[in-house]
């Protein structure tokens, strides 16, 4: 049974600090692109920051220079370090798991979140002004 289990989210000051953490299991963990993505009220759900099976990261304009994306193999684990934390941040954050396709870079990956073979649940980040 595949499971993805956020946590780490909270409510912050514009400014603030915080480190989510996405403990996989169920499947081979160190085969898949692992991705965060985040869905604000009203809005549709959105790439943050994905990490393929080589290390490689690519992150969305929004957050690049504050959010970093890292991910520990030998514990199943997948990271969201994020800094210098926005209103605009605020949201649902999701990992996410996906099969790489051949032919195809991690920028997908983060452009479509439809590409994804499995989800977590989710935890929330408010940020205050």
């Known amino acids: 049974q595949v499971q993805l289990v956020e946590s780490g989210g909270g409510s912050v000051q514009a400014g603030g600090s915080l480190r989510l953490s996405c403990a996989a299991s169920?499947?081979?963990?160190?085969?898949?692109?692992m991705g965060w993505f985040r869905q604000a009220p009203g809005k549709e759900r959105e790439g943050v920051a994905v990490i393929g099976t080589s290390g490689l990261t690519t992150y969305a304009d929004s957050v690049k220079g504050r959010f970093t994306i890292s991910r520990d193999n030998a514990k199943n684990t997948l990271y969201l370090q994020m800094i210098s934390l926005e209103p605009e941040d605020t949201g649902m954050y999701y990992c996410?798991?996906?099969?790489?396709?051949?032919?195809?870079?991690?920028?997908?990956?983060?452009?479509?979140?439809?590409?994804?073979?499995?989800w977590g649940q989710g935890t929330q980040v408010t940020v205050s002004p």
């Open positions: 169920g499947y081979t963990y160190s085969d898949y692109w």
């Open positions: 996410a798991a996906a099969q790489p396709r051949a032919g195809r870079g991690i920028a997908n990956f983060v452009r479509s979140p439809s590409l994804a073979n499995y």
